[in-house]
């Protein structure tokens, strides 16, 4: 599609230096010029490694829920399960099917890309990859770390339609392929 | 709906300091202990006033769209006219009324609100308001900030469904609301 109205053009960085670069707390601050001339001299850039969030439905049709405690807003929510692209996964595909894995004990099944999200190109380096998996099948216990406490519910579609309508995915990483996936079924 | 397998039960928080207070960059590192007994001496939480954005469409049936540089990744993208709720604001659908025409000059209309989602609940403190409008026009000319280089683009429901479908929208705050939107036309 063209762009209908003007171009808008990158911002230039006049001084960029790291405040911390520990894991999830990587903050650069940049002192950056608008291409009208104007500078933001504090500019904060949130650096992280990509991440996955999978859509996963059994062989019986049901879908492969979590439920966590998320610190930031004091809440247990509904969640896909989702993760980190680690160094040792070949692609975020593995790095899916690896968190499927790891986390629920499901696996196999057919794979597809269903959408990639920014978290917030305005302060997030990271992309998102969302995949639809169908037909995957419980194949082992799941392998938590000592620091994840998840529970695994498995919800027919109506549940997921309830739940989505009651705004009970707030995670908004993973209520979008989700509501993608509803509006594709239709 | 009921829980269908294990109770997730909060965190402990056993210390907590700030490492910034600053616009953009409000950061709590804390200290946690979970229900496991596990701890994380390190957990981090970014705090942020409440966000909003708005799904417009004016009346002659077309979608108000922006696209803004975004920094952090780099990239121009499409999205919804978004914004910070204001200490002014008397609530977040004040916030948004005042958003859309400060940045693209459109008001009135019929408003309602399509969801409320999280940033990210393990990191962001804040919550983010998604309206719908309808039947907005152009009252008045922007009135962008000296730091906003905002283009507003309309674009019939066609084209938004072709935006979507090409993964046009990554901003997974627009895309959420979007694709709910386009699900509930069907």
């Not at 209908?4 to 911002?11: D, E, G, L, M, S």
């Not at 070949?90 to 890309?113: D, F, I, K, Q, V």
Request: glycine share 6%.
């Amino acid at each position: 599609m063209e762009e209908k109205t003007k171009a808008v053009r990158p911002w230039e960085v006049l001084e960029s230096r790291y405040l911390s670069k520990k894991p999830w707390f990587t903050v650069r601050e940049e002192h950056v010029r608008l291409p009208n001339g104007n500078e933001l001299p504090h500019y904060y850039v949130f650096e992280y490694p990509n991440w996955i969030n999978v859509i996963a439905i059994t062989t019986e049709g049901k879908y492969v829920f979590e439920r966590q405690y998320r610190h930031a807003l004091g809440v247990v929510s509904y969640e896909l399960c989702a993760g980190v692209c680690e160094a040792v996964d070949g692609s975020p595909l593995e790095s899916a099917r690896r968190e499927l894995l790891e986390e629920t004990g499901y696996g196999n099944g057919e794979w597809e890309e269903l959408m990639v999200l920014s978290p917030n190109p305005g302060t997030h380096t990271n992309l998102t990859y969302c995949y639809l998996a169908r037909n995957v099948e419980r194949v082992e216990a799941p392998h938590l770390e000592p620091t994840e406490d998840i529970a695994v519910d498995l919800l027919s579609l109506d549940e997921v339609r309830a739940l989505l309508d009651r705004n009970g995915v707030i995670q908004a990483l993973h209520a979008a392929p989700l509501w993608k996936h509803i509006s594709m079924l239709k």
